[in-house]
């Protein structure tokens, strides 16, 4: 859990000291890397692409949530955990301006979550709301200026981190 130490000390940086708070966020990107234990990976991962997403810096953020979604399918998790996943990459991407990918993984999540039987009818159907909104953004560019962030009104999930 050296991720989570060096994660820490990033947030008690990022004001006084940008430059250092950068150094330990890419340590502990280094140290989730070298977890051993999938579970510690993937609570690594989110945590360090939530600091960064809270940052606004959102290209990594997006990169490590796309690693993140890479192993939990590697460990064949439950398409309802996966799908929350993809609705939270979903909403960096929308926060980064990327419509269109934000709706790809909307896509991809509706589709897990018409698989899985554990889901709620109403978190799906917040789910198409969100895509529809996605949609019509991309295809509206000045539309998307005008609206707010379409995938932050997300549902939380429900499910456990693995």
């Not at 070298?34 to 945590?47: I, K």
């Not at 810096?57 to 996943?85: C, K, Q, T």
């Not at 979550?113 to 991309?138: N, V």
């Amino acid at each position: 859990m050296a991720w989570k130490t060096l994660l820490d000390d990033a947030r008690w940086n990022h004001r006084d000291n940008p430059a250092r708070a950068d150094e330990l966020v890419g340590r502990a990107i280094r140290s989730a890397e070298a977890e051993t234990e999938a579970a510690e990976r993937v609570r690594a991962f989110e945590s360090i692409a939530d600091y960064l997403d809270g940052r606004e810096r959102w290209a990594e953020a997006s990169m490590l949530y796309g690693r993140l979604i890479d192993l939990l399918r590697e460990n064949h998790v439950s398409p309802d955990e996966l799908a929350a996943r993809l609705a939270r990459h979903a909403e960096i991407e929308s926060s980064a301006g990327d419509l269109e990918s934000a709706a790809k993984l909307l896509e991809e999540a509706l589709s897990l979550w018409r698989q899985s039987s554990r889901s709620t009818l109403e978190r799906g159907a917040a789910w198409y709301e969100q895509l529809a909104e996605a949609r019509a953004a991309a295809t509206h560019p000045i539309a998307a200026a005008v609206r707010p962030s379409c995938a932050s009104r997300l549902p939380a999930s429900t499910t456990s981190p693995v």
